[in-house]
């Protein structure tokens, strides 16, 4: 076997400086050990072509093995735990070194003597020859068995203390390979096999002790497991990491020196950079100013890069890159940093564990500055490099959407833990999307730390940090589809600890309110249970446990339907949304939401899962049709079950090159640690989804969010079923649709419907009143006819009381038919009810009436409009086709066989079939409602006549 690139650069650096000119001096390093850390930058790998994984070792009928395997450092296991930080490497130099002058080289042999590395992603095993694939994640350690070799360093001196190394060594390694479906089968490989390693680029060094050895690193040992045998090592052998009794330390070395001749200008102080250093004219000196220890790269006006710190920068007009940055990975060249857009560093707050800066980065786009920028520009793809590959690649961006922040999440680049003050990025607009990654000029950005405390589906506490979305993830297909759709009326509100799933709701109703007027009593507002938010009613209704802001419970699933449902209902709203969901529900008896519909108080949500679980094709499209959704995702443990949830609102959805994606909004800082004030967090991410671990549930991301359940509210103002975004005649009762001429206008808006106004009237319990009857103002024509009462009522009763509301209609010349009552309604105490009931009619009678009684208590003030329509011929045409298909078949030519239809119903013998539309064998459309002799003269016409006649014409 073959490692290549391995190690990148050593541990972080530190800082030095010294004022004054001083004298070379002889210098020895003693031996020592040293920690190294490998750069998650995807450029570190395990080559198995020389060496491969023999056939039949991962079960029977395994092929050979020998792809790559890619591979990134994982803290060493140690006791103490975390003496060593994010170390996953310890090198020993079991010798001294002698520098008598500056400049001088020297070796020293090198053991390595522990070692965890792991996969950046599972490796795919075939099995008879292709036929069939598994996954495994591949851990790297040191071998059980097997002796390390011995390895060599080359050190040179370049200053009085410090300078550069390179080196190399072998490994004999441990592979540990672990399934990653179950049944999560774990393989050893241990068979001395050799592995040689290089530095790929030079290392720096200094003796003097950074910053970052605390006392008690500088004098103890640890004790470390470096041939990751499950956690046993009891007998791994103490390794001496007391770094401050060493004095060959990773780092920059700060060599203090007398100004130069061409340098008149410095006074005191000067910085020696030594990436890239030849000799002393590459000596930066500056003004002697008062300054921390805190340094980065800095581009100077020749475009050249040196270290400094911020002060020094400052006094030279240069450009500081930020703590911590490097001119190895600083492109001095780069344009400068692009208007709009901000980045930042996530800091995950759960209340089961913390996890401050994470692996994830944030990015938000001011759409007006960006937007500007781009020429200007109204659309486009929005494309981020940074020195770890392409991260953010054709994320749709849309200045017409009136949405103005968006921001996404990516791999920042880091090993969790470390944080991160800068980031050189290639950021870019393109018109269309990209395949191919073009790594243009980076610029440095500031990264702000971004705490994110979203969960509350549920009473789960997240004990996992999602991982951000691995770089060059998605597979963007140049024949995949490209849509975008995207609702207007974007609420959004500041959520309190937990609130996630109420407030969603809340976000949803609002939406409902601000688009198809859906009457919502209560404001959206920021608020907590037992006020009169719309989010604290919400608290209310699910028994959300909320002492206060900044501390409270999640909801599970059954109790906040119960409680959306209960809200609804309380609030006269119930019969004005149609509910629909996919997925399941998770949390136990009583909390789950099981398969099926699902119904509380009266209100049913119809499952429209696919095999119990979300699709995203499901919620783009119930965006299309205009109406809300609200998801909620799971944070997932590596087993797959989750550990907490958060719930959101999602308004637009679309596909880049046939990956798709979704937008929603949410407070990513629920009021809690770190947003004491409750001024953070509110966000509208665009993210790709896509089932990236294969479980059938779409990922957000990173592939341990995973979307669980969906839920769809549809706005529905007249309660006739068909949601507002589809209805032909939104504010009207028109269930069937209909729509004689297809304009698209229900022909209930058309001048068929017929309004009678009634009350007010007053009943006491007992008490009933009849009105009516009214005629039909078209009774001839038998299609289907609605009717339907809509108006309000008081009471002020203490227990509110029970209105029944029931019709009856006449058909001359019979007696009345009085219907069994058709809706009983609950109306509350000391509040003005909207009441509404309905009843539709397979026949047009010529009278209608509508009686209402009431049980219990006192209605007073009910008044309202009893509402009829009967649809006339010209208003439901059955002549959907062209004239002369007498026979009703698919053609749109006419044909012989429609004169021969219409010979045989007039003249056969036996007559034949009646056209199934009179209308249509009609051929000549006159305003006879008979097919006649004439008809058929005119098809003949038509098709044989010299000349040929004219063609029946179109439909109404």
């Known amino acids: 076997m073959t490692m290549k690139n391995l190690l990148v650069v050593m541990l972080t650096t530190a800082l030095v400086i010294t004022f004054g000119a001083t004298t070379p001096l002889a210098l020895t390093i003693v031996a020592g050990t040293d920690t190294w850390t490998t750069p998650a930058d995807g450029g ?59 400049g001088d080289v020297a070796t020293v042999p090198i053991e390595l003597v522990a070692l965890s590395l792991r996969s950046t992603e599972p490796i795919t095993v075939t099995f008879d020859d292709g036929v069939s694939t598994e996954e495994y994640n591949v851990h790297v350690f040191l071998s059980s068995f097997y002796s390390q070799d011995q390895g060599s360093m080359e050190v040179t001196q370049i200053c009085n203390s410090g300078g550069t190394f390179t080196a190399e060594f072998s490994v004999k390694p441990r592979l540990v390979f672990i399934q990653v479906d179950p049944p999560y089968d774990q393989l050893v490989w241990d ?106 790269a800095t581009c100077l006006e020749d475009q050249s890069c040196m270290l400094t710190t911020e002060d020094c920068a400052s006094l030279l007009g240069a450009t500081y890159q930020g703590n911590g940055t490097s001119c190895f990975t600083t492109d001095c060249t780069a344009s400068p940093m692009h208007p709009g857009v901000e980045i930042f560093q996530v800091d995950y707050m759960f209340i089961a564990v913390d996890g401050p800066d994470s692996r994830t980065g944030r990015m938000e786009i001011n759409m007006d500055l960006f937007m500007a920028a781009e020429s200007p520009a109204l659309e486009g793809y929005l494309n981020v490099q940074t020195d770890i590959g392409w991260v953010v690649q054709n994320l749709w961006l849309d200045l017409t959407d009136g949405i103005p922040f968006i921001s996404t999440y990516f791999q920042i680049g880091t090993t969790a833990g470390d944080d991160i003050s800068t980031l050189s990025a ?56 490209h849509s975008v759709l995207s609702q207007p009326n974007t609420s959004n509100v500041q959520t309190a600890t937990n609130q996630c799933f109420p407030m969603s709701i809340a976000n949803s109703l609002q939406y409902l309110e601000d688009r198809f007027g859906l009457p919502v009593p209560h404001d959206h507002k920021k608020g907590l249970k037992g006020d009169n938010s719309l989010v604290g009613q919400l608290d209310q209704e699910s028994n959300r446990n909320a002492p206060s802001r900044t501390s409270g419970s999640g909801v599970w699933f059954q109790p906040m339907v119960n409680g959306k449902f209960k809200y609804l209902k309380d609030n006269n709203l119930d019969g004005k949304i149609v509910h629909r969901h996919q997925g399941a529900g998770y949390g136990g008896a009583g909390n789950e939401i099981p398969p099926g519909d699902y119904s509380s108080n009266g209100i049913t949500s119809k499952d429209e899962s696919v095999g119990g679980k979300v699709t995203y094709d499901w919620i783009c499209d119930q965006i299309a049709k205009g109406e809300d959704v609200e998801i909620v995702f799971t944070y997932d443990n590596a087993s797959g079950n989750p550990t907490g949830g958060h719930a959101v609102r999602v308004f637009e959805c679309g596909k880049t090159f046939g990956v798709p994606w979704i937008g929603y909004v949410h407070d990513g800082n629920q009021t809690g640690q770190g947003d004491t004030g409750d001024t953070l967090g509110l966000e509208t991410p665009r993210e790709f989804v896509f089932d990236s671990d294969g479980d059938g549930h779409p990922n957000i991301g990173s592939s341990n969010r995973e979307i669980r359940f969906a839920f769809s509210e549809s706005a ?83 227990m509110g009381c029970v209105l029944a509301i029931s019709f009856d209609y006449v058909i001359y010349p019979d007696e009345p038919v009085l219907l069994p009552v058709n809706s009983i309604i609950l109306i509350p105490p000391g509040v003005t009810w909207e009441i509404f009931s309905a009843i539709q009619f397979e026949f047009c009678p010529d009278e209608v009436s509508v009686h209402f009684e009431v049980y219990e208590g006192v209605a007073y003030d009910i008044i309202g409009e009893l509402n009829h329509i009967c649809y006339p011929v010209d208003f439901l045409s059955c002549c959907i086709d062209i004239r002369g298909n007498a026979n009703a078949d698919e053609s749109e030519d006419i044909n012989i066989s429609y004169v021969t239809y219409l010979v045989d119903y007039l003249f056969g013998i036996p007559l034949g079939p009646a056209p199934d539309c009179l209308e249509e064998g009609n051929a000549n459309g006159d305003n006879s409602e008979d097919i006649n002799i004439s008809d058929i003269t005119y098809l003949v016409n038509y098709l044989f006549g010299i000349p040929l006649g004219p063609a029946p014409p179109p439909c109404p």
């Open 716 to 798: 529905d103002n007249d309660r006739d079923g068909v949601t507002d975004g589809l209805d032909n005649s939104p504010h009207h009762y028109n269930p069937g649709q209909e729509d004689g001429n297809s304009n698209d206008i229900g022909d209930v808006e058309e001048g068929a419907l017929e309004s009678d106004f009634i009350g007010p009237i007053s009943l006491v319990s007992g008490e009933s009143a009849a009105f009516g009857p009214f005629p039909n103002p078209l009774p001839l024509f038998p299609e289907h006819k609605d009717l339907w009462f809509e108006g309000i009522v008081s009471t002020s009763e203490a």
């Open 44 to 102: 570190s790998s395990l080559d198995m072509s020389d060496d491969p994984i023999p056939a039949g070792f991962f079960g029977p009928g395994s092929d050979p093995f020998e792809g790559q395997i890619s591979v990134e450092g994982f803290p060493l296991e140690t006791t103490p735990s975390d003496a060593l930080g994010d170390a996953d490497m310890i090198i020993e130099r079991t010798a001294s070194l002698n520098f008598p002058d500056i």
């Open 191 to 296: 068979d001395g096999g050799v592995l040689p390693v290089h530095t790929s680029l030079p290392g720096d060094w200094t003796t003097e002790t950074p910053l970052w050895i605390s006392p008690n690193q500088s004098n103890g040992s640890v004790t470390v497991d470096h041939d990751g045998d499950d956690g046993d090592i009891s007998s791994t052998p103490k390794v001496n990491v007391a770094m401050g009794s060493n004095n060959f330390f990773a780092g920059i070395c700060m060599e203090p020196c007398e100004p130069l001749p061409s340098e008149e200008i410095c006074a005191g102080m000067c910085i020696a950079s030594f990436e890239g250093y030849q000799d002393n004219n590459d000596l930066q000196c500056l003004p002697s100013v008062t300054t921390s220890s805190l340094h980065g």
């Open 426 to 481: 290639y950021v870019s607009l393109s018109s269309t999307p990209i395949l191919t990654a073009t790594d243009g000029a980076r610029a440095p950005y500031l990264v702000l730390p971004w705490t994110w405390n979203a969960e509350g589906a549920g009473d789960l506490s997240t004990i996992i940090i999602p991982d951000p979305p691995p770089v060059d993830f998605y597979i963007f297909n140049p024949a995949g589809e």
